[in-house]
């Protein structure tokens, strides 16, 4: 078993959808990667930046699920990020009504002292600058270090991002951002491009439609299972980079063949996500629900074909 | 092994894609059914009308394929059904230049009487009424009645439509028809209101994102193979309906578990069919070839993931 560090944002998100709307609850990239890395009992730690209005009981609960929260950062007279968004009524787009980035304009990660031997580092979404921080922090060579990222800093922090992805093995965006990052259509020719960037391996999450793993010539697809009702996409994507990354943690294996489990782990974990507001149902899942729905998952995608 | 029927136009199309552009060339949907169950060596005859114009070289060129065209009239004083389009660059959506229906236009599909008795039948893309007449010339009920529709009749022949829906065991559409049917956005919601229509089994074409196989309470997602080119879409959707159908003809068994594995034939073969114009790929195609790709198509989605 191998440690695990994640950098991100742990937040406040106000959300609207169609089936209804919240006040400021907990989210933020970190909170769900740590939600959903907590279900392989493996040790990880969070690393992120809160402001002195963040409640003492949304750290309890990341505690609660044995994650180490030494490396958040509580910055008494400031205020936590903020970001508030309404969905549409397909779900898969979004506006953005309010960011307020607060304490999170001056975060200066620390990663905790003993999790600078990690094998595992999984960078959530924030400014390249921060996440290379990270990285240079660490002390001994990760294992696997996973990269979130978004079309936001490759409007605004293209040479930055650029510096980080070079550093990292694992790039994890969705379709229209690898589309943006390479100028290529095909998602084919964009893998490959970005390969040539640095990643050896490339995931590309298509929302719905799943997600495709590429290493060169190798590819995976795994589906995302198909739902009778989205009630709220926020986080399905930090959860599932959460399980990819807590999985490989878990296994300490970082092999294309492990890599498939670990993005159907992830995937399962995201179609949980989904089923509430925020964090609701990420903190009340248990390792029998999770392992019905990856019963659920191989009816979905396994069969049986006999070549000639 | 099973006989089987297949009902549709066989066509001249023109086709522009960003790669280029074709002249008059042999399409129609009946055409693409043919050719990809074609690759199953079964009994396979494809009901439909050309015109005098329409060369001898392409009706030589089914038959050269085993499949028989005795029940392809052939109105000599008229126009075979031509079809024009043009698809954007994104390949997804397509303008229609030109649509002549000529001899289409009153057609009335005769089976060949050594097929009344065929255990499964396709339906293609039609008039729902030109449909419903081949249900009711066979002879004895069909083990296995497959219809592809599209949004046109939805919008200028509902009721007909339903008629037919009734009638058949599996229908194939795309995922914006499956919405616009039933007025769900979801599709699981909207498989089990067209379940309620009649069909026991719905597949939801997704096109890069592959397809879906509905029977009640299963499913099964193929996914589509990722490419790194598509050349031209035209015809993927019936090769997929003919590779499906075909395989079904071939085992004459209509379980779920071999339903998913007429599902991947179906998907293996449109894979092939978009690297060419037309049906240019699909008639130099080997089972060589094709067995080359179903292991792709293992390699694609197959994990193994031990439950505890």
């Keep these: 078993m191998s440690k695990l560090v994640i950098v991100g944002t742990v937040a406040f998100d106000a959300i609207e959808t169609p089936f209804g709307k919240t006040n400021k609850i907990l989210g933020g ?21 809160v402001g002195g209005d963040f409640p003492q009981k949304y750290l309890d609960l990341l505690s609660n699920k044995n994650i180490d929260i030494s490396g958040i950062e509580i910055v008494k007279e400031g205020k936590t990020f903020f ?23 001056d975060f200066n990660p620390v990663v ?7 094998e595992v580092v999984m ?9 290379l921080s990270v990285i240079e922090q660490m002390e ?22 650029y510096k980080v992805i070079k550093k990292i093995d694992v790039i994890a965006i969705n379709d229209e951002e ?8 095909s998602l084919v020719v964009a893998a490959r491009k970005i390969h040539e960037m ?46 990819f990354a807590g999985y490989i943690a878990k296994t300490g294996d970082t092999s294309f063949e492990n890599m498939k489990k670990a993005i159907i782990y992830g995937s399962t974990l995201a179609s949980f996500c ?35």
């Design 83 to 105: 970001w508030k968004g309404k969905y549409h009524n397909d779900m898969n787009s979004r506006d953005t009504l309010v960011t307020e980035l607060n304490v999170l304009a």
């Design 178 to 185: 690898a589309r943006q990052l390479t100028g290529e259509y």
């Design 29 to 49: 990239a970190a909170t769900f990667i740590g939600l959903a890395a907590s279900q392989f009992n493996i040790d990880a730690s969070i690393v992120s930046v």
């Design 198 to 243: 640095g990643p050896k391996y490339v995931v590309i999450k298509k929302g719905e439609h799943g997600a495709l793993l590429f290493n060169n010539d190798n590819v995976f697809y795994a589906p995302a299972l198909p739902l009778e009702e989205v009630f709220d996409p926020t986080g399905a994507g930090d959860t599932f980079a959460g399980g």
């Design 112 to 118: 905790p002292k003993n999790y600078r031997n990690a």
């Design 274 to 308: 989904v089923e509430k507001f925020g964090t609701e149902r990420m903190e009340s899942l248990s390792n029998k629900e999770v392992q019905k729905r990856l019963q659920q998952f191989k009816n979905l995608t396994q069969f049986e074909i006999e070549l000639t």
């Design 123 to 131: 960078l959530g979404n924030l400014h390249p600058l921060t996440q």
């Design 140 to 161: 001994c060579k990760p294992k696997l270090i996973v990269l979130d990222t978004m079309n936001f800093w490759m409007d605004n922090a293209l040479e930055d991002l």
